[in-house]
């Protein structure tokens, strides 16, 4: 319930104009406009940019580190299955697996496993992968369509445990992995792909 | 580039992204004032809103090349101290706010009308933290960076009509409680 006039409202929305209110209307709106000017006109607070500057000079924190404290910082988490029907024949495929090869790289670290990406995407230019792993940069990941049927497919080493990723279809379209299975709202309110990639095996 | 001769925000991310740092300082000046002044009224504190608009910052950089959208790079700017603000708020020990910091202390050598207007703020400032957090947000972000609802929404992913709703309850209890202490 409202406790105040509605037309207060509307003037203050630009709905109607300020003249259309009577006097005392008008006042109240003032007093509003009066108490707001003096929040945006309080003492100016020092600056961060030095901080903020310096901070940026500093490497990122290491990924383990990062993924630690992902891991133990609570948060809510929204897992959502998407409709198979919908994007069945038309999307990607994430298929994430530990590979036990028997001839493994020898570069593959214990602590790293292969993660494959198959996404659809008929009539893209490019497609690539940007994710908490190369902070979301495009260009480092790319996929290839080799038969150009619209099939997109990479193959990449990354540290073991959970990344956040996306595709970026032409250079500019951000879309998550539609059968992901498994979703987390980021800092920024958008729905980023999860994975979690497991250790090779000895 | 803008009518000032400024360089958008739109060139200045493609300059940070293609590597320029140091760029980074012209978005910091660009929008700093009022991230400071938004956290400073959500937290209370400024020194709690230093830290906030820091780390956002900090993670804005780092993010960059995911901001889909660098045109509309304040309000995204905003999304992100947001949540800093949110992290903080959650972290205290109870929702109790001390103002001490944000009150500006009034010099004996200020004049009359000086320390009438710091006494006004003092108000002011003390009735809009009786305001939940949620209205608080709203009232800021329209009345004191005024914002459209639609950047608002952007800012902070409600909808639309839940805003217009927070704005208008923030506004009776506010002019209720500067009308209480007239």
């Known amino acids: ?202 | 580039m803008d009518v000032s001769g400024a360089p958008s925000d739109v060139e200045v991310v493609a300059r940070v992204l293609g590597g320029d740092r140091e760029a980074f300082g012209l978005l910091i000046r660009r929008y700093e004032p009022g991230l400071l002044r938004y956290a400073a009224r959500m937290l209370g504190s400024r020194d709690a809103a230093a830290d906030a608009v820091a780390e956002g910052l900090v993670r804005a950089y780092r993010h960059l090349a995911s901001c889909r959208d660098p045109a509309r790079l304040r309000t995204w700017l905003y999304r992100i101290v947001a949540n800093r603000c949110k992290s903080h708020l959650a972290r205290r020990p109870t929702a109790d706010v001390s103002l001490d910091e944000a009150l500006p202390i009034a010099d004996p050598r200020d004049n009359e009308a000086a320390v009438e207007r710091a006494e006004q703020l003092a108000l002011v400032e003390r009735a809009l933290m009786t305001l939940s957090p949620e209205k608080r947000e709203a009232f800021v972000l329209k009345h004191v960076e005024g914002m459209s609802y639609e950047e608002i929404a952007a800012a902070t992913g409600e909808r639309i009509p839940t805003l217009k709703m927070r704005v208008h309850r923030a506004r009776e209890a506010l002019l209720q409680a500067l009308e209480e202490y007239r």
């Open chain 1, 1 to 202: 319930m409202s406790t105040i006039d509605p037309r207060i409202h509307q003037a203050l929305d630009g709905e109607i104009p300020r003249e259309a209110l009577p006097p005392e209307l008008r006042r109240q709106a003032e007093l509003l406009d009066a108490a707001a000017a003096l929040l945006a006109a309080a003492s100016k607070a020092e600056s961060v940019e030095e901080r903020v500057m310096a901070a940026l000079q500093r490497p990122a924190p290491p990924r383990r580190s990062r993924l630690v404290r992902w891991l133990v910082t609570p948060r809510a988490v929204v897992l959502r299955m998407r409709p198979v029907w919908t994007l069945a024949l038309a999307a990607g495929l994430l298929l994430l697996m530990l590979v036990p090869t028997r001839e493994p790289r020898t570069n593959l670290g214990e602590e790293e496993g292969i993660a494959q990406f198959v996404a659809r995407f008929p009539g893209a230019r490019s497609v690539a992968v940007v994710g908490s792993f190369n902070d979301w940069r495009a260009g480092s990941i790319t996929l290839e369509d080799r038969d150009h049927d619209g099939v997109w497919r990479g193959v990449v080493v990354l540290p073991a445990g959970a990344h956040e990723y996306m595709f970026v279809v032409d250079g500019e379209r951000w879309v998550a992995d539609p059968l992901a299975g498994r979703y987390v709202e980021d800092d920024f309110g958008r729905e980023n792909s999860l994975l979690i990639v497991r250790p090779v095996l000895q």
